[in-house]
């Protein structure tokens, strides 16, 4: 990973967002705080609703924070008019202007600037050849297709060289494969504009594949800020280890915490070493999870034992839903071979295996 | 259901559809056939002539009426078009509040309200602005023509606002663009077939008013209806008939024309 200079693009502080009055009012943001750094690709990663929208709204300008500042660079923003902001979107449904060609479009914002037209000219076809569209220069916005239509919304909102770039679900509208497709586009106009990109989505994969560091974001709050490592395998709480893959939750008792790691004892019996979520309290039950791709299955002993389930394959790997003697559930997640089955049969018998860094314990 | 429902067979459709265009339209081209009759009789043919088109436009007092049917209906028309168009911008760009359906109600009242009582009211109004005043010029038909265009004016150019994507302003403010920037560069030429369409409905609206302008004008300010609807009490020749032709290619131009208009860029 490249190394990322310290200094901050983005500040929220403290920042709320109130829907509406009296009773029927609405905290779309609760009093959330976030530092973005420059040049970096932060991802806000949350359900629909979760307040990640309202946030880029308040970055953008659409909208005005009810309590909070947003410094960009130090200075507070959060009073200014979009126009007065050195920051750019790309918009969801692109709103490219129809009425204009493909480079009146991305020219636009440095004409409002008042940039001389030799240098609009020139910086307009820097920006066609950076999302390779030279071609379709002359075109109409609703001459051409939606793939293209999203590169030509990411040069214009590059075009004028913002200190931030705002992108909004902006791959939401493509099919699979182009999508795919724009997610390395989009890390390699990152890469080489050097400009701080930040992403909403609700797609944990996106989120995962293209970000420096993600925040996850439930019911107006920011619950983790951390690279996709971080969240993925040390989630710090339920709902974000929940909602970013599959994850089996196991009730354990923890003992000899030190350094961020325990020990966890399981309702099985079992002991496993297992890492701690910062702000963990201790407590009886405690909640441990582990990846159904950090177990094994074995015909032999292992720290679980139990009853396999239900078998399904999915190409890749195959997923085993074992049901523990304990009564809970429990998911393994076998990569397959291709002449092999999986190897076991439902009905069989088990144990499972949990490696020494495989578990995490949850702060909730 | 051995078919799908279609209307077009239903039995007698045919039938009712063709009464309907023969009711609609026959007299319409009765009245544009006897333009062309050399008789003076507007229902015995004595051959076919150019001379009632010759007549009416030899005729000062049907120019002049002419003349001012125009200048009323585009002044009219430009200005009720520009009211129309604030009013669209301040009641779709703006989230909805108690009232606003109130206010739709009040720029549409011409809509509703009887035109005779409009032209009474006028009447009554402008006579004591008259003797206040002492002008007694074209600015009451002016005045009275814009008022009841703007409705007309308004609906289209409304209805093409609230299909605009919100996002494109949202777009230009974000590109640095002042509100009126934005509104210049992009709701204004997006807008521009509704106003447009707005501005020809007003002035086709004016064109063709009889009962508010018969009360509201003074001696010597007909326009081409009210001249009509004078020379009719008089008797009628087939130089009406040919006044009446003109103006139905007119107006077919004119709404032809806001037809293409429209359709243009959506």
Redesign the interface.
């Known amino acids: 990973m490249p190394d990322k200079p310290d200094r901050n693009a983005i500040e929220v502080v403290n920042v709320s967002k109130i829907f509406g009055s009296g009773e029927g009012q609405v905290a779309a943001l609760d009093t959330v705080s976030v530092s973005i750094r420059e040049n970096e690709f932060f991802t806000l990663l949350g359900p629909s609703g979760c307040g990640k929208t309202t946030l880029l709204r308040l970055i953008a300008g659409f909208d005005f924070p009810t309590a909070g500042e947003i410094l960009l660079y130090g200075q507070d923003i959060a009073p200014l008019p979009p126009f007065k902001r050195p920051v750019n979107t790309v918009f969801q449904s692109y709103a490219l202007f129809p009425h204009m060609t493909v480079a009146d479009n991305i020219g636009f914002g440095l004409e409002m600037l008042g940039k001389p037209k030799a240098e609009i000219k020139a910086r307009v076809a820097e920006m066609l050849k950076l999302v390779k569209m030279e071609a379709l220069a002359g075109r109409r916005t609703s001459q051409i297709s939606g793939g293209q239509q999203q590169r030509v919304a990411l040069a214009r909102a590059l075009a004028p060289q913002p200190k931030v770039l705002l992108l909004d679900e902006p791959l939401s509208a493509l099919d699979y494969k182009l999508r795919k497709e724009m997610q390395i586009e989009l890390k390699r106009l990152q890469h080489e504009t050097g400009i701080t990109f930040i992403f909403v989505t609700h797609d944990q994969e996106e989120a995962l594949t293209m970000s420096d560091r993600i925040a996850v974001m439930s019911s107006g709050k920011i619950l983790q800020v951390g690279s996709p490592w971080d969240i993925y395998d040390k989630p710090a709480e339920r709902f974000v280890a929940d909602f970013i893959g599959e994850t089996n939750f196991l009730t354990a008792a923890i003992s000899e915490m030190a350094n961020g790691k325990a020990r966890a004892t399981l309702k099985s019996g079992a002991t496993i070493e297992a890492t701690v979520a910062q702000g963990f309290q201790p407590k009886p039950n405690a909640t441990v999870v582990v990846r159904p791709e950090h177990a094994k299955l074995t015909k032999a002993k292992g720290e679980l034992s139990g009853t396999v389930e239900n078998i399904v394959y999915f190409g890749t790997d195959t997923h085993i839903h074992v049901h523990l003697d304990s009564g809970e559930l429990f998911t393994v997640r076998q990569q397959n071979t291709r002449s092999a089955g999986c190897g076991f049969e439902k009905g069989d018998k088990v144990g499972i295996l949990i490696g020494n860094d495989a578990a995490q314990v949850l702060k909730d | 259901m051995a078919k799908n429902f279609s209307i077009k067979h239903q039995p007698g459709f045919t039938a009712i559809a063709a009464t309907c265009f023969i009711v609609l339209y026959l007299p319409i081209i009765v009245l544009v056939i006897y333009a062309f009759n050399a008789a003076s009789s507007t229902s015995e043919w004595g051959g076919f002539s150019l001379k009632w088109f010759q007549s009416a436009w030899q005729n000062t007092q049907v120019v002049d009426a002419t003349l001012r049917s125009f200048q009323i209906g585009s002044i009219a028309a430009v200005l009720s078009t520009i009211f129309a168009t604030m009013a669209a911008l301040a009641t779709t760009r703006t989230a909805p509040y108690p009232g606003l359906t109130f206010k739709y109600a009040a720029i549409n009242q011409p809509l509703m309200v009887p035109e005779i009582v409009t032209g009474v009211a006028l009447l009554i109004f402008f006579s004591r602005i008259k003797i206040f005043t002492g002008y007694s010029g074209i600015g009451y038909l002016v005045a009275a023509h814009t008022a009841f265009c703007i409705p007309f004016a308004y609906l289209p150019i409304r209805a093409r606002l609230e299909n605009m994507?919100l996002?494109?302003e949202?777009?230009?403010?974000?590109?640095?663009?002042?509100p009126w920037?934005?509104f210049r560069?992009?709701t204004l030429?997006?807008l521009w077939p509704g106003i447009l369409a707005g501005l020809m409905l007003a002035f086709v609206i004016s064109l063709d008013d009889v009962v508010i302008t018969e009360f509201v004008k003074s001696g010597g300010q007909d326009t081409l209806p009210t001249y009509m609807l004078g020379q009719i009490r008089r008797g009628i020749t087939p130089e009406i008939n040919a006044i009446s032709t003109a103006f139905l290619l007119l107006s077919v131009a004119i709404v032809t024309l806001f037809f293409f208009v429209s359709r243009k860029?959506d």
Not at chain 2, 170 to 178: C, E, P, Q
Request: proline share 5%; aromatic share 6%.
């Open positions: 994507d996002t494109l949202r777009a230009a403010a974000d590109l640095y663009a002042t920037k934005a560069r992009i030429p997006l860029r």
